[in-house]
């Protein structure tokens, strides 16, 4: 589940690149839609339904854990933005 969850948090986090980068492009590439660059950075089509899944069974078995689930997450994505900056995907 923990790997699952890494997966989309770095779907996540390169959506989140790509649309501060689209940004600067909107009157060219996307004219001028906010929502046309949104959708063109972020894949919509699965990825929402599977981070939501992966994040409610992750959510449920660190229930008896003790750390704060924000901790989890948060080491989720450094070890995804570790994975990217190794080139290990």
């Known amino acids: 589940t923990h790997h699952f969850v890494t997966l989309q948090v770095g779907v996540l986090l390169k959506g ?32 929402w339904l599977m981070l939501l899944v992966c994040g409610s069974a992750y959510a449920a078995l660190l229930d008896g854990d003790g750390q704060p689930l924000g901790l989890h997450l948060g080491l989720a994505s450094l070890c995804h933005l570790l994975i990217l900056a190794l080139g290990l995907n």
């Open 16 to 47: 989140t690149c790509y649309l501060a980068e689209e940004i600067f492009h909107l009157q060219s590439r996307h004219h001028s839609s906010f929502w046309r660059a949104l959708r063109a950075c972020f894949p919509l089509h699965w990825h």
